[in-house]
Every structure is written in structure tokens, then in C-alpha cells.
């Protein structure tokens, strides 16, 4: 591993917890009104769950087919039903190897 990527790594590294850090910092200096915090909240799950849409249908360029979508539908009903993580986790993926054992892309 060359220098320069150990570099790039501490900085990035650095500026991300400095970047939560503010975060967390600022939160107790402003303010923010009762719609702006509704806001955020509908934004952060919209993005969660654009994020967990396109790593579950798409691969590369195209489509991931029907085994992992269906392993992150079980995570999410488990998810849903509170179950323990390890739990949800361990049913998406066994869900996910199971159908492409039986032949399921």
C-alpha cells in the first residue's frame, strides 16, 4: 500500500469524523423550525430508501434479478417486525443463496 493512499485515507478519515462532529456540534446552537425537522426526516428516509432500491435491483448496468430482491424483501418485513438484526440479516442473505441454489438469477 503506497504512502500517498494511507494519506488520502487519514485525511478522508479526518474530515468525516470532523464533518459528524460539527454535525452533532451544531445541533445544540441552532434552531430549526418544527417543518424543517419534519423535512429532514422524510429526506433521510427517501434517501435510505432510493439507496436500498438501486443495491437491490441493479448490478453493474443492469438488472440484479429476483434473488436479491427478494432477500432484501424478507430483511424488510423481519426490519418491520422488529426482528433482531443478526436475524434480518441472516434471512436476507439465506434467502438470497437459497433461490440462486435453486437456479433463481
Known sequence: MSLVLLAATAVLAIATFA??????????????????????????VALFGGLVLTSAFIEGHGFAGFARPAGVLVAGVLAWRKAPFVLVVLAAALTAAALRLLGVP
Do not use: D, N, P, W
Request: cysteine-free; charged content about 25%; hydrophobic content about 55%.
Open 19 to 44: 464533518f459528524r462532529f460539527g454535525g452533532v456540534a451544531l445541533r445544540q446552537r441552532i434552531k430549526l423550525s418544527a417543518r424543517v425537522e419534519r423535512l429532514m426526516t422524510v429526506a433521510v
